[in-house]
Nanobody
């Protein structure tokens, strides 16, 4: 089973920046796709950004131009640089990956709070 451990959340003022990290363990191969979802209170979990090991990325429209996903394949670690944060970005952010062997795995979540 894949274990995902996130770090880097916190409280920031609108316009500020945060960087999230997520390290995967429990596997001996490079994960194909890693990414980030978020879930605000009372809302469904939504995709934020994903990245394949080959470097292909996908972003949710509202974060394009503000968030950047990156990876260190050798460490099976994914990052999310979040700039120009807005109050509506306030959510719990979850790291995720999906493998044919283990299916979808989620991290424990890290809270991001953006104050206005």
């Amino acid at each position: 089973q894949v274990q995902l451990v996130e770090s880097g959340g916190g409280l920031v003022q609108a316009g500020g920046s945060l960087r999230l990290s997520c390290a995967a363990s429990g596997i001996r191969f490079v994960l194909d796709r890693m990414g980030w979802y978020r879930q605000a209170p009372g809302k469904q979990r939504e995709l934020v950004a994903t990245m394949t090991k080959g470097g292909n990325t996908n972003y949710e429209d509202s974060v394009k131009g503000r968030f950047t996903i990156s990876r260190d394949n050798a460490k099976n670690t994914v990052y999310l640089q979040m700039n120009s944060l807005k109050p509506e970005d306030t959510s719990v952010y979850y790291c995720y990956t999906n493998t044919a062997i283990f299916g979808t795995s989620w991290g424990q979540g890290t809270q991001v709070t953006v104050s206005s």
